[in-house]
């Protein structure tokens, strides 16, 4: 009788048991809820994007650009007198010389006289033809370089400059180089007329088609 006692086995101890759920017991969530998973993956997404990506106020500080200069005219300035000193069709071109003290204003009036001469058609009373024969007149394509030292004012340089700064050199010697010749300008007149969106093109100082300029490079029309 006694022993029967002792080998019942304890009932309460088997319900505890059966009563405490299991990490993976059927029917209830194992793990974190997703929510919990989604809001953690954006909070470390942001956390990273915080750390790497500089603020505003981590950023270098930009300046303004530059502001172009501007050519200050002298409503009085005398006219600058002019010479022509070359002449070269074949590549449309005029090379002409002011005197060295003419200053970028009076250099300004003077492509701007130019320029109103061409308006007129009566371009041809100031410089000899750089299109002789074409249709559109004997100015419809012409490079009016200005300088102030006539050695400049030659073939050799004005044909350096029509070239371009990146014309290879093996195919065209340079008796003066480019960037030498491109400071000696002191004023530039481009006009195309076959271009009738803008024909008349005019600065101070000289750049090439590339965007290649000079020091002085101011641009007027």
Do not use: C
Not at 68 to 82: G, K, L, Q
Not at 162 to 171: D, K, M, Y
């Amino acid at each position: 009788m006694h022993d029967e006692q002792n080998q019942t086995p304890d009932r309460s101890t088997d319900a505890q048991a059966n009563q405490t759920p299991g990490p993976y017991e059927e029917g209830r969530r194992a793990g974190a809820h997703p929510l919990v998973v989604v809001f953690g993956v954006i909070f470390g997404l942001w956390l990273l994007m915080w750390l790497y990506i500089p603020s505003s106020k981590q950023k270098p500080m930009i300046g303004p650009e530059p502001t172009p200069a501007v050519v200050i005219e002298e409503p009085d300035a005398a006219p600058v007198m002019f010479k022509v000193k070359t002449t070269i069709p074949e590549i449309n071109a005029v090379g002409i010389v002011v005197p060295p003290q003419a200053t970028e204003s009076q250099i300004a009036g003077l492509l701007k006289r130019l320029h109103s001469a061409r308006l007129a058609n009566q371009l041809s009373t100031m410089l000899p033809a750089t299109s002789p024969g074409h249709k559109l007149g004997d100015h419809a394509i012409a490079d009016i370089y200005i300088f102030s030292d006539a050695q400049y004012a030659k073939p050799a340089a004005i044909g350096v400059l029509a070239r371009g700064a990146h014309a290879p050199g093996e195919l065209y010697p340079q008796a003066v180089p480019f960037e030498t010749a491109m400071e000696a300008v002191r004023g530039h007149y481009r006009i195309d007329l076959n271009d009738t969106g803008h024909p008349d093109q005019a600065s101070l100082g000289f750049a090439d088609e590339s965007g290649v300029h000079s020091k002085t490079f101011r641009q007027l029309f």
